[in-house]
């Protein structure tokens, strides 16, 4: 799954590159990186959908989730 992630996250990236506005493959985006546990970059591309689409409910949603995450376990670097 992760090889599939990663060819995944690719190819929305190259979608967006050529059309920063599509809001379905930057939601796309967003769920795969908060599957991925990349809240914070979740985070912006939901945040990037409402720009697009204020009432966007999925976005909305999203943004929910991503602020309301537990926060991770801090882990010092030895």
């Given at each position: 799954?992760?090889?599939?992630?990663?060819?995944?996250l690719?190819?929305?990236?190259?979608?967006?590159?050529?059309?920063?506005?599509?809001?379905?493959?930057?939601?796309?985006?967003?769920?795969?990186?908060?599957?991925?546990?990349?809240?914070?970059e979740?985070?912006?591309?939901?945040?990037?959908?409402?720009?697009?689409?204020?009432?966007?409910?999925?976005?909305?949603?999203?943004?929910?989730?991503?602020?309301?995450?537990?926060?991770?376990?801090?882990?010092?670097?030895?």
């Amino acid at each position: 799954m992760q090889n599939e992630s990663i060819a995944r996250l690719a190819e929305l990236h190259k979608v967006l590159a050529v059309c920063p506005s599509d809001v379905l493959a930057r939601c796309d985006l967003a769920l795969l990186l908060e599957q991925l546990d990349l809240h914070d970059e979740a985070l912006f591309n939901w945040k990037t959908v409402l720009e697009f689409d204020p009432n966007n409910l999925k976005a909305r949603e999203g943004v929910t989730r991503c602020r309301t995450r537990p926060a991770r376990p801090f882990q010092s670097q030895r």
